[in-house]
């Protein structure tokens, strides 16, 4: 079966970075893409950008162009979405989730969540 | 950037009655293949969003028949549960993927009266 997870919670300083895991299984992982969405407590969801496993190239909602990096290992079938000057209104819970075509990047199968927390 | 506008904000339901959840695009969602991209997400509190519906009415398996999908004129649509039960309680997203950059409508809180 379909699988994402992603991996734990994490605790940064305002102006570092994180790194949040997505691992696959149960599909052939290169057709596919990932896509990130987040969502801040008690709010909404805001898609962020998303990766095509097959190729690697990955593109970002502007908000995030200049602060995202997604990267995709095929070895391990899992891809990393690292966020870099964490400011306070960056904490929320990151999703991946899995785009099964690239016309429409809405996703079927999501990650757990991974909840990071940005405090000084 | 598309903007999809949901109504109601917030929909208490008595068990079995049924609901309604609307959204609204301030473009077309329609893609060359002919087909119209617009889809419904549940999220249980505490849970990760599930996709129940894609191009407009197509159901994910698993699904139950009680959720719906319907268009209006091409940029309204309409998420229809028949008889809510307790395991509807949640937030439902409406999203569009087809144009750049996708988004979210901003969620109906679906709730027992």
């Known amino acids: 079966q379909v699988q994402l997870v992603q991996s734990g919670a994490e605790v940064k300083k305002p102006g570092a970075s994180v790194k949040v895991s997505c691992k696959a299984s149960?599909?052939?992982?290169?057709?596919?893409?990932i896509s990130w969405v987040r969502q801040a407590p008690g709010q909404g969801l805001e898609w962020m950008g998303w990766?095509?496993?097959?190729?690697?190239?990955?593109n970002y909602a502007q908000k995030f162009q200049d602060r995202v990096t997604m990267t995709t290992d095929t070895s391990t079938s899992t891809v990393y979405m690292e966020m870099r000057s964490l400011r306070s209104d960056d904490t929320a819970v990151y999703f991946c989730a899995r785009v099964p075509v690239s016309w429409d990047l809405s996703s079927d199968y999501w990650g757990q969540g991974t909840l990071v927390t940005v405090s000084s | 950037d598309v903007v999809l506008t949901q109504s109601p904000l917030s929909l208490p339901v008595t068990l079995g009655q049924p609901a309604s959840i609307s959204c609204t695009s301030n473009q077309s969602l329609l893609y060359s293949d002919g087909s119209t991209y617009l889809n419904w997400f549940q999220q249980r509190p505490g849970q990760s969003p599930r996709r129940l519906i894609y191009k407009v009415s197509n159901r994910e398996p698993g699904v139950p028949g009680r959720f719906s999908g319907i268009s209006g004129s091409g940029t309204d649509f309409t998420l229809k549960i028949s008889r809510v039960e307790a395991e509807d309680v949640g937030v439902y997203y409406c999203?569009?993927?087809?144009?750049?950059?996708?988004?979210f409508g901003g969620g109906t809180k679906v709730e027992i009266k």
């Open positions: 990766t095509s496993a097959y190729s690697g190239n990955a």
């Open positions: 999203m569009q993927g087809v144009h750049w950059p996708p988004t």
């Open positions: 149960g599909y052939s992982f290169s057709r596919y893409g």
